[in-house]
Structure formats: C-alpha cells, structure tokens
C-alpha cells in the first residue's frame, strides 16, 4: 500500500480533487468546511484503476499554515501537486515545490486544476509552459501534468490512471525489521481509548505488539490496527495506519512523537545534517541561528552549529550540528525541512547523516569535515565504518540504526569488515553476527589495549609485591564502562596478553619477585609462624617485622592464608586445619570451638576465628554450637 501527498497554493483545488478522486473529502474540522479551506491535515483513500489501494494525505496550501503542511509530506511516496489553471505558478506553489525538493519526494504528478473555468485553450497551454520552467531541475522536472476539472470530472480518470503509473515506477517501501510511525494525528474515540495516526516506515506492526512512543520513552500496547477503515491484524511499511493504544493518554502521544518497538531507536538532541539552503532565502545561515527543524510530523527549535565555514550561503551546501530544544528521533537518512521562526521563511533542508553523533563537534577540525563527506556519499559498507568509528565501540544494533541498514544487510558487511581488519568483535559470533553483539572499531580498540596493558605495567613497576591490578581500580583508571572494560579484558586474556585472577588483573608473564633483603625478610617470618604453630602473630605483628608490602605479598601469593582481619597463617598449617575439620566431622558428625582449640592446641581466639572462616568460605555452616559440613 502506497501513500501520496497533495501539493500546492491555496485555493487551487486540492481538497475537492481528492474528493473527485476518493468520493471522501478530506477537510474534517469545523473550521475548515466553514472556510472552505484547509487547515490542518486531512485523509483519504481509493482504489487506483489497477485495483491497488492509495492513501491520500491532503496537506493546507495556505502560508500561514505550511508548517501543518510540512507534518504530513514526509512519508509519501509521491507528490499529487495541483495548479489552478486559471492562475497558474502562485507563491505557495513555488514554495511548496521547493519543499517537495528539498524533501527528494520520488516523483510525481501535475493535476492542472479547474480547466472548466478556462475558455482559451492558449491559456492552458501558457499555463504548463510556465509549469515547466518552474519545474526545471527539480524531482518534478520530468512529472506528467494532467489536466481536469474536479467539478465537472473531465479528466479525473486519466489522472488515477497516471498516479497508477507512476506509482508503478516506485520501489515499495522496505522492510528493514525496525517499525516506526511518526504520529501526524492523535485523537480518542469512545470505548476505545487512544488512536495514532501516521505513515508506517521500516517494519510491521501487529496487533498484541509492544511499543514505545518516543521522545516520552512511554510504553504501550497495540490494541488493535486500523488501515483505511479496515481492521487488520497486521500493517506493513508504507501503509497508512490508525493504531489504537492501550496504556498511553492523548497528550502522552502528540503529534511528532514516533511509534516504535521497544529499544530499537533512540532519541537525541544533536543530529549531524547535510544542509542545502534555498537560493532566495534572505540571509545565510550563520553559526548559533536559531531555526525550527521539521522532521517526520515533528516540529522543533533548534540551534544550528555550521561546520568547517562561517556560514552556509543562500543557493549552496554544507555540514550543520544541529541542537534542539527538545528531544527528537530520527534516523540516518531521513529528509528534514528547516525554517526560521521570525520572519517565517523556509530556508532549506537536507538529510540526516548521524541521528547520534558523539558530542558537540570542534566545528573546524579536519577530520569532522572528512567523516561527513564520508557519510554523506559513501558505500554502505564505509557508512557502517564510520558510524562505528565515531563512536569507538557499540552494539551492532546501535552501529546499523545509525546508518540505516537492514539485519541481513548489516551482518555481511561486518563479516567483510572483521575479515579485512578493519574493526573487531569484542562480544559475539564474528561468522553469526547479531545486534547484541559488540563491536569496536580497529584504531579505537588497538589504543584501548595498548593503555590497558600499559596501565598495568605502570601498576606492576609502582607495586612490584603485588600480584596485579583490583579489577574496579582498573576499570576507573581507563574510565570505560562495565560492558567495554569487562568485553575488553576478556578479549586480551584469551590473546594472552593479561592474566585474571578473580578480581585480579596482571600483565601476562608478570611474576612478583623478591630482593635478596626481601627473601630473607620473608623466611624470617614464616620461621617465627612455624615457632608459633597454630597461635601465630598478629597480621599487625607481621606488618611491623616484614613490612606490609611483604606481608601483603605473601598473602597475595598465597603463602599466607589471612582468616581475619587480624589472623593469617602459614598456608600449610592452613591446609592442615582444613583437612582435620573435615576428617573431624565426617567422624563425629559435628565439630564445637572447643574440640578445634583442642585438637590443635590453640586459644579460643584462634579456633573461633578459623571456623567462622569455614563457615564464610562455605566450607562449614554454624548448628548452634556445632559445626557440620555444608551440603
């Protein structure tokens, strides 16, 4: 199913030719049918002379309403640009062309309206010439122009019979698994509740679906799917569809929000534009011009951040980081419109290049310049790079949404990717790739293990006893979060460049080794811990001989066994206990403080705290007064 858009002054007959057309007219508010003009947008449908079924979008024509027509011109998949015969190009007309073309809608249709009110014949024909050079060099330069008369019918079934054909020219819309529908309409019905209106892109949806309205970040079900008064069970891309929700309000959903499944887009405040500025536009564009953005059916104030130039100037094209006031969602690819909001003026319009950019942009820096040139009119494959490379590491999911590329799409370029080099899989199937799966771009990862590997030799030349780096302490010195950090250690630790114990972290083939001092220090002590058997000195009695970086040492080497805070022994006296604990219940069935201190001739003291070891350890566990082994 395919939507069309009308197009136009006011006054040309819009409405009433898509009444001609759909027997249904379009203007549904009071206000409207009272002016006999066209406020706000309004809907229709009819069955093309081939038996396909087409929705009409009708759009109002007057300026003061043209940012209401830009709310519904952007998931159409042709323009039905109507003229009125008896007065030709007009302001509108030539502004909503201008729009039509910043927007690149594929192509279109002429209706030259109201011929009946022409008596000359040559009039008509000055008519289309004029068309046509107002066309020249716009995505309607080669549109066929029909003429009728909606009032008479004279001509009508020629123009269906030309929206059919050049319907036929057009791609149907794809199905990239990642539904989303800018809401153009929202309203409620009695006994059902909430409904949102728009034009379904990317996906299906089905009823008994959840979804997410965004920017609110609200979630909701789809109680039931309308397309063209019909009920449906499921709606494809390029539909128009009327979704009835559960869970949302009316003002939780308005107009310009986006219907979509759960996770799969995100909102932003900075989008990364390729901007075209209109040739008559009173002034350029400078940097820090407040402007409002329209995009999908949303409308928002902006400030827009020129990149590489100090301004864009009227009839040429540039790079602009646009900042909004408000959250918005878009995605890679997506056509805008840009307008000032005093005086009111389109000024011009482009495509989306990064709906997520990393940052506010050093407008000058050379290799921002490159990256968008790079996005704007790269291979799919050079897209994925870059959406990857701006931000180091991501998910496959987050990587693909940004440069618009569907599942099977996606997973065949990060295949040829990771083959040549070019980035790495850090978590994930390299030969299965799936949207959980992180990746990290090739330069961004060899400098994220280099200053791993390197952080820890720091640490193991500042620490030379100890074993390795606490994990966390690791963690915040390199400032990654969780999922990269523990993605990345992984990854190393199976290159055998580091070795994790624990919660321990070392440079592979790091060894703690002693000085001469430090030898003899250390067989100092366990000489005194062998003179004291089962009743060793204090950790602190330890610290003050040995030293505490000694001390530490041994216990991190595991030559010492630390049971407390204050108590640590010999690890072979520590070995003996735990054998004797276990070969002592599983004789008698139970084991009290007082038989340990008796069997191996220690205070109570020491007893206690070695059983309330065990039994943190999990070894043992407390029955009242006796120890048993855990199950």
Do not use: C
């Amino acid at each position: 199913m395919r939507v069309i858009g009308t197009a136009g002054h006011v006054d040309h007959g819009k409405s009433t030719l898509v009444q001609a057309l759909t027997g249904t007219h379009p203007d549904r508010l009071k206000e409207e049918r009272e002016r006999e003009m066209t406020i706000d947008l309004g809907f229709a449908f009819f069955n093309l002379p081939d038996g396909e079924e087409i929705g009409i979008v009708d759009v109002p024509g007057h300026r003061d309403f043209i940012e209401n027509m830009l709310a519904g011109v952007g998931g159409i998949d042709a323009a039905l640009f109507v003229v009125a015969a008896d007065e030709g190009v007009m302001p509108q007309t030539r502004e909503h062309l201008a729009i039509l073309d910043l927007l690149q809608i594929p192509g279109g249709l002429v209706a030259l309206t109201k011929t009946d009110l022409v008596r000359d014949p040559d009039w008509i024909d000055l008519v289309e010439e004029e068309l046509r050079a107002a066309f020249q060099g716009t995505v309607l330069e080669s549109a066929p122009i029909r003429r009728v008369s909606a009032r008479t019918g004279a001509g009508v079934p020629d123009l269906a019979a030309g929206l059919a054909e050049v319907l036929s020219r057009r791609p149907r819309r794809p199905d990239l698994g990642r539904p989303r529908l800018p809401i153009d309409r929202t309203f409620s019905m009695p006994g059902f509740g909430t409904v949102v209106t728009g034009t379904l892109l990317d996906g299906h949806l089905r009823t008994g679906d959840e979804v997410e309205i965004l920017p609110a970040g609200l979630r909701a079900r789809v109680r039931g799917l309308q397309s063209h008064n019909r009920t449906e069970e499921a709606i494809g891309p390029g539909s128009r569809a009327a979704v009835n929700l559960s869970g949302v309000r009316v003002d939780q959903a308005p107009r310009g929000s986006w219907l979509a499944r759960p996770g799969t887009y995100r909102t932003t405040r900075r989008l990364d534009l390729q901007l075209e500025l209109l040739p008559k536009v009173a002034q350029p564009l400078k940097h820090d011009d407040e402007v409002k953005l329209f995009i999908g059916a949303a409308e928002v104030i902006g400030r827009a951040r020129v990149l590489g130039v100090d301004e864009i100037a009227p009839g040429t094209a540039g790079w602009v980081q646009l900042e909004t006031a408000d959250p918005v969602a878009a995605r890679r690819g997506d056509r805008f419109i840009l307008r000032r909001p005093s005086p009111a003026e389109t000024i011009g319009g482009g495509a989306v290049l990064d709906p997520e950019p990393v940052g506010r942009h050093r407008r000058f820096a050379h290799r921002l310049i490159e990256r968008l040139e790079s996005l704007s009119g790269g291979s799919p494959e050079g897209v994925l790079a870059e959406a990857l490379r701006s931000r180091g590491t991501a998910r496959l999911a987050e990587v693909r949404t940004a440069a618009a590329l569907d599942a099977g799409e996606a997973a065949g370029l990060v295949r040829r990717l990771v083959s040549e080099g070019a980035i790495v899989v850090l978590t994930g199937d390299p030969e299965q790739p799936a949207d959980e799966m992180l990746l990290a771009e090739r330069e961004y990862w060899d400098s994220l293990s280099d200053k791993l590997v390197a952080a820890l030799g720091g640490f193991h030349e500042k620490y030379p006893l100890r074993v390795g780096m606490p994990r966390e302490e690791l963690r915040s010195r390199l400032r990654k979060d969780a999922l990269v950090f523990n993605a990345a250690v992984r990854k190393l630790e199976a290159a055998g460049r580091l070795v994790v114990s624990g919660s321990i972290v070392a440079r592979a083939g790091f060894t703690v080794r002693f000085t001469p001092d430090q030898e003899r220090a250390a067989e100092s002590l366990q000489s005194r811990l062998a003179a004291g058997g089962f009743s060793p000195p204090s950790l602190a009695e330890m610290r003050e001989q040995a030293g505490a970086e000694l001390v530490d040492a041994l216990i991190e080497k595991g030559e010492l066994v630390q049971v407390s805070p204050e108590i640590a022994f010999r690890n072979s006296d520590y070995e003996e206990m735990l054998a004797a604990v276990r070969g002592m219940i599983g004789t008698e069935g139970g084991l009290t403080v007082a038989a340990f201190r008796d069997r191996f001739a220690t205070s109570r003291k020491f007893a206690l705290a070695v059983l309330e070891h065990f039994d943190a350890a999990g070894l043992t566990v407390r029955d009242g007064d006796v120890r048993r082994l855990r199950t």
